[in-house]
């Protein structure tokens, strides 16, 4: 037995100065002149969410190839992982993409949820992430969350002041998908709404995945309110709207982050989605010379029209290369932080400007769904002007 | 044609030539994991973890007899039992946020138990799945506590308790190593003793048993709870590992997930969960990273070639290519 | 229209398409004993079908509807002759490998029709509502309730009044005897398998009326495949009615009486029955 008792003695004598040396080979690599610069993207292309992973990239490459993938000298490499709707894999991709890549951005993952258990890992790496569809405000503590196209309030304050303002409405009905996302769009909304002197009535919550509205359709027959406020994702809320127009009910809807129907289906549905109010960041018939250009030469590339899924990635990864020209660059942490600070640009989306809590200021628009030379769209109602989010 | 009696010293040698796969192994994991970049690391913790998670799960698939598509409620309430006390409470101790998650879970399995062991065969597999979703509901529904669906984001990783000891990846990958030998050998013990061998009868033959006497539903009972409570450390452990647990962490796709480790590993071995947890995670890995959408096609080819070619499971494979090669050796 | 008849008739249509998802999975799980976790998927494929032949290219709904059911039924084929006849007997395993299943046909559903959600579509005729008693009410959940009655009668009918059905309730009881008796099982179990997964698709097509069509749907569409299968018990159309019967109702009372707690009803009354018969209300005893 002498040798296995040996073998085990010297196995513990080894263990001893690796306890106590710790951690050997754990920088990330290193950011120099000359080397390629690394993107990340980290987006769901597996999960209930998958539906943005392509398109996602699909806008980060097309700002990418306008530049040469070059930027201020050096060449830029695209690293894209699949975050699977999974916080915990969201994490680990984060942790390979900043420590074997060595991105010095990423994009994404697009969850709230997930974001907040990737962000504050990035602010201890000291790398920028930018979220592509908003974030709550508490997530710019960590300094390093490029809150765009703005803050969650602002993904509903300008629908609410419309609809209490413009359209005169006091009383409102309330439907949301019970999770997370949904409460926080629609209790947001309320809040606003009751700021302005309105009144929420009601408020019904229906889990994801609802595919039969009725219970709820029912109970909306039973209210009367000026309007119903709704928010839940797209395969839920066209069914919402189906059985709403055929269980005939004509109250008039409004909706926070009404982007969730794409312009595909709205031009697919038109019919049986119109009469929705809702808030958009983005749609393709946005009046800004820069958008003109960006759908011109999205369509020739990609054969169909672009949604905020792939213009939200475009802006930002212009955000990027704005702020490394800037920075001549310089991919560290402060300078590059500092850089994208002080931008000013004119994008698809309108002029934006960023806070120094890295909140982005960008037009948000109230929109109606009509029939505009034969194809069904959202169009513009209404511009907000690069609105601030009244909690700071 | 006989041989000499082997010398105390070969006979020594004789053992370790026979554990050499089981030493390699350790060796792997106590000296070349740490060299490697943290993020290798925290894929190894993350592979320990699931580990435990699929031992747990084959004591009792491989051992009771009893399917379940609901472990993973034991493993995501421990996970949001010591994440609970740890961002709610911020109660920044490992041994207490282990013990509250260990207990939640061992107390949920408890309760699971009572109403599982009513179903005999694929019907079990209905009553922990409607089990496992329903705590899935409830961890999505009661946000002041879960944060619903966005899940329990911020969990640190307590301290220790040593005065001047710093967390970090390396550290916790000894730490969530040490717990998985500990896990193990309890394990291991567990089914080679007399409770272990009952447990493997009444799998077989349960009138058998209960006609031999055996309270059957006690000792399928315990085996329940004993399976929960190890799913409750791989879940405290997940937890701290990634620094958030989801809704998620509990639901069905979870537990198949581990369900698939156990079978390609290698069910009724207990060594052969371990080896599955390490090749499904792995495979998943890098297949996401070889193609970013289309990896579930890979998981699920490996999966469906793995029922279909090596029933027994992959570990339990090898280990037998192994013994062949000692007996072809003479070892 | 009174408010109880509207959630009458709510429960009754959702019941209806609950009915047309579990009819299929009962129907294999009673002959084969094969809980096929992809018949979700099965529904989806079939939908993506129907979507394919009569959105993409604006074919006639019915045939996209066929074409579903066909496209299930022959994945379904060779599902059987290339994995489940290896591993004959082996409940466990095929239950396994229809997990496996489940992973590949979702991520091939995506791969070809891609991740974007399309929007319910159904046949011209059924897009508008029917007045009942003064009051719209959606067309298409109509024609579901009365398909679902077409089918649930047709299944009976073969379940009780056939030969074929005969011999498929003697597998179920017996399968030494019935081999004994010369029925060929296989082939039952062959054309069992196909008919439960023809009408999954058939349904996928049918009930994209009112939900669309996505690739994560499989797994929602699974969860409450299982919820009938618990709640009314397998082998027995009258078991799959019941089921889902008491689910369509839990489902538009829960949700109208008590709306935020409506998934828990649904939970709570899988582990009542499971406590009180686990086999289900009309469930064999096995």
């Not at chain 3, 709510?10 to 209806?16: C, D, E, F, H, K």
């Not at chain 3, 091939?108 to 974007?116: A, E, N, V």
Request: charged share 15%.
């Amino acid at each position: 037995m002498k040798q296995s008792r040996l073998l085990v003695i010297v196995g513990i004598a080894l263990l001893i100065p690796f306890l106590l040396t710790g951690p050997r080979l754990a920088t990330g690599a290193e950011q120099t002149q000359g080397k390629p610069i690394k993107l990340g993207v980290l987006i769901d292309f597996t999960g209930p969410m998958s539906f943005a992973g392509q398109p996602v990239v699909d806008g980060v490459k097309m700002r990418l190839e306008e530049a040469g993938y070059k930027v201020a000298g050096r060449t830029i490499e695209l690293v894209v992982e699949d975050s699977a709707t999974d916080a915990s894999v969201a994490v680990e991709k984060a942790k390979k993409m900043v420590e074997k890549d060595g991105v010095s951005f990423i994009i994404g993952p697009m969850i709230s949820g997930m974001r907040m258990a990737v962000i504050p890992y990035l602010a201890k790496q000291k790398i920028l992430t930018s979220a592509i569809h908003s974030d709550p405000l508490e997530s710019s503590k960590f300094g390093n969350n490029l809150i765009f196209p703005s803050t969650l309030t602002m993904d509903s304050l300008p629908v609410a002041e419309y609809a209490s303002k413009v359209l005169g409405y006091r009383t409102a009905t309330c439907i949301g998908a019970d999770y997370n996302a949904g409460h926080e769009y629609i209790d947001t909304l309320a809040k606003q709404f009751e700021s302005m002197g309105g009144k929420a009535i009601q408020k019904q919550w229906a889990p994801l995945g609802t595919m039969d509205w009725a219970p709820y359709l029912t109970n909306l027959k039973k209210t009367t309110a000026d309007c119903v406020a709704v928010w839940t994702i797209d395969s839920d809320i066209v069914p919402f709207m189906q059985q709403y127009k055929t269980f005939g009910l004509t109250m008039p809807l409004i909706m926070p982050q009404a982007n969730v129907i794409t312009s595909a289906i709205v031009a697919e549905k038109g019919e049986s989605v119109k009469g929705i109010i809702g808030n958009i960041t983005y749609h393709y018939l946005l009046d800004y010379p820069a958008n003109k250009k960006f759908v011109a030469d999205f369509k020739a590339k990609y054969k169909r029209m672009p949604e905020h899924h792939e213009a939200h990635p475009y802006i930002i990864t212009s955000m990027f290369l704005a702020g490394l020209e800037k920075t001549k660059g310089d991919t560290s942490f402060d300078k590059l932080k500092k850089a994208i600070l002080s931008l000013k640009m004119d994008t698809p989306e309108g002029p934006i400007s960023i806070d120094p809590n890295m909140v982005v200021r960008a037009n948000k628009h109230v929109c109606d769904i009509q029939k505009v030379n034969g194809v069904w769209v959202w169009h513009t109602l209404k511009t907000y002007v690069q609105p601030k989010d009244p909690a700071y | 044609m006989g041989r000499e009696p082997a010398s105390s010293e070969k006979q020594g040698l004789l053992k370790v030539i026979r554990l050499a796969p089981q030493f390699l192994i350790l060796l792997l994991l106590i000296f070349l994991i740490p060299l490697e970049p943290t993020y290798v690391q925290s894929l190894a913790t993350k592979i320990l973890i699931f580990a435990i998670f699929a031992m747990s799960l084959d004591l009792l698939i491989g051992y009771a007899g009893i399917m379940s598509l609901g472990h993973a409620a034991f493993f995501g309430a421990a996970g949001y039992g010591a994440g609970i006390l740890a961002v709610r409470y911020s109660i920044d101790n490992i041994w207490l946020g282990l013990a509250s998650g260990i207990l939640l879970a061992t107390f949920i399995a408890a309760v699971f138990g009572i109403i599982a062991l009513q179903a005999r065969g694929i019907y079990s597999i209905l009553i922990t799945f409607a089990l496992g979703q329903l705590l899935y509901s409830l961890a999505t529904k009661w946000r002041s506590v879960t944060n619903g669906d966005y899940g329990l984001w911020g969990v640190p990783l307590p301290a220790l308790g040593l005065s001047g000891f710093e967390w970090n990846g390396t550290y916790y990958y000894y730490f969530v190593f040490l717990a998985f030998l500990v896990c193990y050998l309890c394990l291991y013990r567990l089914v080679k003793s007399p409770f272990g061998k009952s447990l493997q009868g009444i799998r077989e033959g349960e009138s058998r048993m209960r006609a031999l006497g055996y309270n059957t539903w006690l000792f399928k009972y315990v085996a329940f709870i004993i399976a929960g409570m190890f799913a409750g450390v791989a879940g405290v452990l997940f937890a701290y590992h990634s620094g958030i647990i989801t809704p998620g962490d509990l639901a069905v796709m979870n537990s198949g997930f581990v369900m698939l480790m156990v079978i390609a590993g290698g069910i009724g071995t207990i060594y052969g969960a371990a080896i599955g947890a390490a090749l499904i995670i792995t495979i998943q890995y890098y297949a996401g990273i070889l193609t970013a959408d289309r990896w579930p096609l890979i998981l699920g080819g490996v999966f469906v070639l793995t029922i279909m070619y090596a029933r027994a499971g992959v570990g339990v494979y090898f280990y037998s290519l192994w013994k062949r090669v000692l007996v072809r050796w003479k070892f | 229209m009174n408010i109880v008849l509207l959630n009458i008739l709510n429960a009754i249509s959702y019941g209806a398409i609950l009915f047309l998802l579990a009819s299929g999975f009962s129907l294999i799980f009673g002959v084969m004993g094969v809980l096929n976790l992809s018949h979700g998927a099965l529904y989806v494929v079939g939908a993506y079908i129907g979507w394919t032949t009569a959105v993409a290219h604006g074919i006639s709904f019915w045939l996209g509807a066929l074409a579903g059911g066909l496209v299930a039924g022959l994945i379904s084929l060779i599902m059987e002759a290339g994995f489940f006849r290896r591993l004959y007997k082996q409940l466990n395993e095929q239950m396994l490998l229809t997990f496996g299943f489940v992973y590949i046909l979702d991520n091939l559903s995506r791969w070809i029709w891609g991740p974007s959600y399309r929007a319910p579509f159904t046949s011209p005729a059924l897009s508008g509502s029917f007045t009942i008693l003064g009051s719209p009410y959606p067309a298409v959940r109509i024609a579901i309730i009365f398909i679902g009655i077409v089918i649930a009668v047709g299944l009976w009918w073969l379940q009780d009044k056939t030969r074929a059905g005969a011999m498929i309730r003697a597998g179920m009881d017996d399968k030494e005897t019935a081999l004994a008796l010369g029925i060929n099982l296989p082939l039952v179990a062959t054309v069992a398998f196909f008919v439960g997964s023809f009408i999954a698709g058939f349904a996928g097509v049918i009930g994209a009326g009112v939900t669309g069509v996505y690739p994560e749907m499989s797994m929602s569409v699974m969860l409450l495949v299982l919820a009938v299968i618990i709640i009314g018990g397998v082998g027995s159309v009258q078991g799959t009615l019941v089921g889902a019967g008491i689910l369509g109702a839990i489902d538009a009372f829960g949700k109208a009486l008590f709306p935020d707690y409506a998934m828990f009803t649904v939970y709570l009354a899988m582990i009542i029955v499971l406590l009180v018969k686990p086999s289900g209300i009309l469930g064999r005893q096995v």
